[in-house]
């Protein structure tokens, strides 16, 4: 079945935000490399043409992506990349992502080295941050570590950004760069650490630095867990008067280990109004069901990440917060929404992202808010393939405060979960990534074996004006 791209969809959004421009949907090809606001999609608004953004005869995979917040045709992007030493990459766009730079980082912190978990971010100065788990031969100790740049190409020495003494699991990366905010440009990582004889007991904290990330300070979050009750895939934002909002989900198995298949998972949230120094207690957001064991006709794990994103606009829904995930409703993945309109006391019932429609599965969603309050979020869907294997890329923008989400496909072809040249295919990547770069670039990054060889990052996503 070939699906094309909703232009009625699009016109819903810009026109409900007040951005609306004549014309319809620009859905015809464009050559690979031509990306965002510096070869013109038009008319708009319109999908971006998507571009692939690593090179290279092996896998690639996970996407963070985060824009300058001072200068639009930045970017930055994060990946687990086999066609580098250490396997992990960076990629640098000056120029709004029509061509990529690729850094693969190989200096190491006394005996640890970059490896896994890729993040990225921007503060409000124009410095570039770059983040992993730092790792020894072996997965019991690790640290993270960070590198800044002012262009993106040459690099500073990492430091200890979360200290060693056990392993940071799914950490974050999240920057202040509110005006407003009395802590403007201080730097923020979560992780889970896994320690323990049998590596049995974990513990949530979040490390922030005042001074660019010269030195650290560490603060546990929540009490330490011990197996079968787990912490894991922690998330962070930051409202505009420096307001932490710290996600995670927190899981009690029964039988089945850590976060067990077809368990119960509890998404939480916790706050901090001092900057990280403390934390209130974590307030439940959402139950969800996790998925029965793989993907369904793969092989391949899929992670929940409780991605939060504030408004921090002026305009109607200034200071909701949304937080986006997937739950199995006993026949597939759906993806959908929960918001919060007084600071995360209390949280509306989920809203699906895709339409009653479809049935085929969502997964690996990611969710951000535009300078005006837009609610962006994007996802890999299976919904135009019957047998419920390959999947597209999709997103939806939400103008009316995370009620309703118009659908937009990104991509046309196809991808195959099962082809992504990872040892027997066994794995695709942990999480994809989408950035809001201005008010009217939706910039979505996600993975995509459309090439029938195997994984790579591909960036794409929605021209609004």
């Not at 994060?78 to 730079?101: K, Q, R, Y």
């Not at 011990?226 to 998330?235: L, R």
């Not at 064991?293 to 794990?301: D, Y």
Request: with cysteine; proline share 7%.
């Amino acid at each position: 079945m070939k699906a094309v791209y909703s232009a009625a969809a699009l016109v819903a959004i810009v026109a409900a935000a007040g951005f609306f421009a004549a014309g319809q949907v620009n859905g015809a090809a464009a050559p690979p490399s031509v990306y965002s606001k510096i070869v013109k999609c038009s008319p708009a608004p319109c999908v971006l043409p998507s571009t692939r953004a690593s090179e290279g005869g092996a896998e690639v995979a996970d996407a963070p992506i985060m824009a300058d917040p001072l200068d639009p045709a930045s970017l930055l992007l994060g990946s687990i990349d086999f066609n580098c030493e250490l396997g992990i990459a960076f990629f640098s766009s000056s120029d709004g992502g029509s061509s990529w730079n690729r850094t693969c980082p190989v200096e190491g912190i006394g005996s640890y080295f970059p490896s896994d978990e890729p993040m990225v971010g921007y503060d409000r100065k124009g410095v570039g941050y770059i983040a992993a788990i730092y790792m020894q031969n072996g997965y019991n100790f690790g640290l993270v570590g960070i590198q800044s740049s002012t262009d993106g190409v040459s690099w500073s020495q990492p430091v200890t950004a979360l200290k060693e003494g056990s392993f940071p699991a799914e950490p974050w990366l999240a920057i202040d760069t509110n005006i407003g905010s009395p802590y403007l440009n201080s730097l923020y990582i979560s992780a889970v650490t896994v320690s323990g004889r049998f590596q049995d007991v974990n513990r949530l904290y979040v490390s922030h630095s005042n001074d660019g990330g010269a030195t650290w300070q560490q603060v546990a979050v929540a009490p330490s867990q011990v197996f079968p009750k787990f912490d894991a895939c922690s998330n962070l934002a930051i409202g505009k008067d420096g307001t932490l909002y710290l996600t995670w989900m927190y899981c009690d198995a029964i039988g089945n280990g850590y976060c067990g298949s077809q368990e119960t998972a509890y998404m939480v949230l916790s706050t901090s109004k001092d900057g990280g120094n403390t934390w209130l207690s974590p307030k439940l957001m959402a139950t969800v069901t996790l998925l029965p064991g793989l993907l369904p006709n793969t092989n391949i794990g899929i992670t929940n990440y409780p991605v939060i994103g504030v408004d921090n606009s002026n305009g109607p829904y200034a200071g909701n917060l949304y937080v986006v995930m997937y739950t199995w409703t006993g026949t597939y993945m759906r993806v959908q929404v929960v918001r919060s309109t007084d600071g995360g006391n209390t949280w509306s019932k989920p809203v699906p992202v895709a339409p009653p429609s479809d049935t085929h599965d969502q997964f690996f969603p990611w969710l951000s808010v535009s300078p005006t309050g837009l609610v962006g979020v994007s996802w890999l869907d299976r919904r135009n393939d019957p047998a419920n294997i390959d999947y597209q890329a999709f997103a939806a923008i939400s103008s009316d405060g995370g009620q309703t989400f118009p659908n937009v496909q990104l991509t046309t072809a196809f991808s195959n979960p099962n082809v992504n040249g990872y040892e027997d295919n066994a794995w695709m990547g942990n999480y994809t990534g989408n950035t809001w770069d201005g008010p009217n670039y939706f910039v979505a990054a996600w993975m995509d074996s459309s090439n029938g060889v195997d994984m790579q990052d591909v960036v794409g996503g929605i021209r609004l004006k």
